[in-house]
């Protein structure tokens, strides 16, 4: 079955501490993978994906994910984090092949950074 | 701001009534996603519409249903309403070029329905 598992479902941390958010997917195929920001209020961002290439790839706002392949994971990272931070976030995967692009998605993650 | 754009922002209706959401894709893109997010089931898949043909189906409830115009701009319609269908509903535009098989989906703003 296709899934995708958040580990942290909240997570509170201090200004600069450092970040990472655990996803693990099951999935079949060729997968592109994808990290989601919702701020509060706000609709679902974009962070960053991989395709395919390099494994490390380097999002918007400091953000980078590492996929690795033999554990199924796509984790989140961030070295530094800001109040600014603080929402929802979300792992999703899909398949690359045809026009099914449906994502599968994880539960979310949230995160609250204190000043 | 995505570029896609969905209306109403929010809806407050009573059990049994039927609503209509709208959304509009970013310019180009063929393929739009319809995704419902609750408190109970997060994000799950509704439906995809791939210039104007259904392409895949989720876990849709039969009393719910989709179309997407010749414009491009998709409607999603909730019927026989019930206090379980309050969520916030997202639409996602994607091009999916068939010359590529990598795809990024952009989502509008959201209608959030509260049925009553």
């Known amino acids: 079955a296709q899934s995708v598992s958040q580990h942290n479902h909240h997570v509170i941390l201090s200004e600069a501490a450092s970040l990472e958010l655990g996803c693990n997917y099951s999935?079949?195929?060729?997968?592109?993978l994808f990290w989601y920001v919702q701020y509060p209020g706000q609709h679902l961002q974009l962070l960053l994906k991989y395709f395919s290439g390099d494994p490390l790839v380097k999002g918007i706002k400091g953000f980078e994910a590492e996929f690795i392949k033999s554990k199924f994971s796509f984790n989140l990272r961030k070295p530094s984090v800001q109040w600014s931070d603080t929402a929802e976030y979300f792992c999703a995967v899909n398949g690359n092949a045809g026009n099914n692009r449906k994502l599968i998605w994880g539960l979310g993650t949230s995160l609250a950074v204190n000043p | 701001d995505s570029g896609v754009t969905q209306t109403p922002k929010h809806l407050i209706t009573a059990t049994g009534q039927r609503v209509t959401l709208r959304c509009s894709p970013r310019?180009?893109?063929?393929?739009v996603y319809w995704y419902q997010q609750s408190l109970d089931q997060g994000l799950q898949f509704l439906i995809q519409?791939?210039?104007?043909?259904?392409?895949a189906k989720g876990n849709i409830l039969e009393r719910f249903s989709a179309q997407q115009f010749p414009d491009l701009h998709s409607e999603l319609n909730l019927s026989s309403l019930e206090l379980g269908d309050s969520a916030l509903y997202f639409c996602?535009?994607?091009?999916?070029?068939?010359?590529?098989?990598?795809?990024?989906?952009?989502f509008g703003p959201g209608t959030r329905l509260t049925v009553l």
């Open positions: 310019s180009g893109d063929l393929s």
């Open positions: 519409y791939y210039n104007g043909e259904e392409r």
């Open positions: 996602a535009s994607s091009l999916i070029s068939t010359s590529s098989s990598t795809d990024t989906q952009y």
């Open positions: 999935y079949g195929g060729t997968v592109n």
